[in-house]
């Protein structure tokens, strides 16, 4: 390594102009990020990394503004740059060819007008790439690298066209373009399953290696962190709680904080406090799903079966998870256990109901929720939190206008929120405390069955925990029954008894959670096992120091 680090942040203050005055989001952050090497930099939502991110490639917000710092970049042809005040010409310069930017969300940074081709290449061309044919190789190989299959179709294709993960993999193969120095990671991994997650961090191993970038790398999982960084760097409430290297901050955290965020980590440690409850073997199942097939027309072409030939049961007051990969036809058998998808063939009962056979929906939608897993697209965001409770109960016509008031408080503070919040917006919520707003909804016309789709995955190491326990607890004091849709095996080893196993819409393992997870039958369970990040530090770590 040379004797300058690739990235230096010294002392970094910045500032946000609001209605309410001048905000301090980061105070007096260092950092390094060495030339082939990753530094980690981890906290909560709101803790300040990605304004940090922001300020290093130079965009942050128009209310932002660099307080105080500096920030230099030690390029291997030019020398050092310093990066604050820099021009918007010297940054074009910079962006693409020099450093990049692996955002976190793929919905807001893809051009939904524009091919996945044309999004790929673009800093090519925006670095002068002339030859057409020139780009659209590099285009599908980089396509290739970060695991996207059939490359030259999908590059013809468009965002909506792509599942979630593999728009993830598009903004990362964008970014690998022309092989900057230094790409700062913006949680590129925090919304992909433990497979993809694994193939796309082991990727920005190899450029790592092979070409001596340095990774900035922003997360909120201390177990990936473990696994990939060589620095880590804490941050909470804009200040620095702990730094160093990644094995000494996690083996001996100093900082209460660090512990805290170690101990919250599903991968890691147990964040849910439940005991499995007492099944009946002699009641009926509340809910049972027989050879379940289910396809999606589309026109001109065969119909896509989403999902082929699946059966489970779910007893009452127990949780079943649907996990498996991207595709894997998760999402789409919640969706048809909720009632949502039309011309399933096979049967869904739930209690006495036959989904599959309703005409109308309306009545049994009373006893079956879906929690969608953004929270913050599914809330009226021109609604208070009050009316946005009570919106179900106006549907189905319960109550008066003050009973469904006093209801709306009641489930606020059901999910251990203030009776107050009932006056705000969601945008004035954080992202627990929407989806928070999100459970309650679904519970407040008292149904027997909750579907949560991926309802914790957007969601920070402690506030996920916070909802796990949350969850466990209304299911103890309610004796609801749960379908939980997970990409993320740890979480669901926390909180499902059963266990369906899903791969390419097929079910491929089913049974007991304990069993699937301690005994696997199958290859692919195996592999998502495997992938679950953390093994490092879960080997260096006893129970007692995780959990101190």
């Known amino acids: 390594m040379s004797a300058q680090p690739l990235l230096s942040v010294r002392d970094l203050a910045v500032q946000y102009r609001t209605r309410r005055g001048l905000v301090d989001a980061v105070r007096g952050v260092s950092l390094e990020v060495e030339a082939g090497s990753v530094t980690a930099l981890v906290g909560e939502s709101g803790s300040g990394k990605s304004t940090v991110a922001q300020s290093v490639i130079g965009l942050l917000a128009g209310n932002g503004r660099i307080a105080g710092g500096s920030i230099t970049l030690n390029e291997r042809t030019d020398g050092v740059t310093d990066l604050v005040g820099l021009s918007e010409k010297g940054w074009r310069h910079l962006r693409g060819r020099c450093i990049a930017l692996i955002p976190q969300d793929p919905g807001n940074s893809l051009n939904p007008v524009a091919t996945i081709g044309w999004s790929v290449g673009e800093a090519l061309r925006i670095h002068g790439w002339k030859d057409r044919r020139k780009i659209d190789a590099r285009v599908i190989d980089l396509l290739d690298r970060?695991?996207?299959?059939?490359?030259?179709?999908?590059?013809?294709?468009?965002?909506?066209?792509?599942?979630?993960?593999?728009?993830?993999?598009?903004?990362?193969?964008?970014?690998?373009?022309?092989?900057?120095?230094?790409?700062?990671?913006?949680?590129?991994?925090?919304?992909?399953?433990?497979?993809?997650?694994?193939?796309?961090?082991?990727?920005?191993?190899?450029?790592?290696?092979?070409s001596g970038t340095g990774i900035l790398f922003i997360t909120h999982d201390l177990a990936v962190a473990a696994d990939r960084s060589d620095q880590i760097?804490?941050?909470?409430?804009?200040?620095?709680?702990?730094?160093?290297?990644?094995?000494?901050?996690?083996?001996?955290?100093?900082?209460?904080?660090?512990?805290?965020?170690?101990?919250?980590?599903?991968?890691?440690?147990?964040?849910?406090?439940?005991?499995?409850?007492v099944v009946d073997a002699a009641a009926h199942p509340l809910v049972e799903v027989t050879r379940?097939?289910?396809?999606?027309?589309?026109?001109?072409?065969?119909?896509?079966?989403?999902?082929?030939?699946?059966?489970?049961?779910?007893?009452?007051?127990?949780?079943h998870a649907l996990v498996g990969e991207s595709g894997?036809?998760?999402?789409?058998?919640?969706?048809?256990?909720?009632?949502?998808?039309?011309?399933?063939q096979g049967v869904i009962r739930v209690g006495d109901t036959d989904v599959t056979a309703l005409k109308s929906r309306r009545a049994f939608h009373r006893t079956t929720q879906l929690v969608y897993q953004n929270p913050f697209a599914s809330l009226d965001p021109r609604q208070s939190i009050t009316s946005i409770l009570t919106e179900p109960l106006r549907n189905f016509g319960i109550g008066d206008r003050a009973d469904r008031t006093e209801r709306a408080a009641h489930h606020l503070e059901l999910v251990s929120l203030a009776p107050e919040i009932g006056a705000r917006h969601?945008?004035?919520?954080?992202?627990?405390q929407r989806q928070r707003v999100a459970i309650a909804r679904a519970l407040i016309v008292e149904p027997e069955l909750v579907v949560l789709d991926e309802a914790v995955s957007a969601l920070d190491v402690t506030v996920q925990a916070q909802i796990l326990r949350l969850l466990a607890r209304l299911q103890s004091e309610l004796g609801l029954t749960y379908v939980f849709i997970s990409h993320d095996l740890a979480v669901v080893r926390q909180i499902a008894d059963t266990v369906s196993v899903l791969q390419r819409g097929r079910q491929v393992e089913y049974g007991a959670a304990q069993q699937v997870f301690d005994h696997p039958q199958h290859d692919y369970t195996r592999q998502l096992l495997a992938a679950i990040p953390g093994a490092s530090l879960r080997a260096g770590l006893t129970e007692t120091e995780v959990t101190a």
């Open 146 to 210: 970060v695991g996207i299959d059939d490359p030259e179709a999908r590059a013809r294709q468009y965002p909506h066209e792509l599942s979630g993960g593999m728009r993830q993999r598009v903004l990362i193969a964008a970014a690998l373009a022309l092989e900057p120095e230094l790409i700062i990671a913006d949680e590129p991994t925090s919304a992909l399953d433990v497979t993809v997650q694994r193939t796309v961090l082991d990727l920005l191993d190899e450029l790592r290696a092979e």
């Open 233 to 277: 760097v804490v941050l909470r409430g804009g200040q620095v709680q702990e730094a160093g290297p990644s094995a000494a901050v996690l083996t001996h955290p100093q900082a209460e904080y660090t512990r805290t965020l170690l101990a919250d980590a599903p991968s890691l440690a147990s964040v849910v406090e439940r005991t499995p409850p």
């Open 292 to 319: 379940l097939t289910q396809e999606f027309a589309r026109p001109g072409r065969t119909p896509l079966r989403a999902v082929d030939d699946v059966s489970f049961t779910v007893a009452r007051g127990t949780t």
């Open 328 to 344: 894997s036809g998760k999402t789409t058998t919640g969706r048809s256990i909720a009632g949502f998808n039309r011309e399933a």
């Open 426 to 432: 969601p945008h004035e919520l954080s992202g627990g």
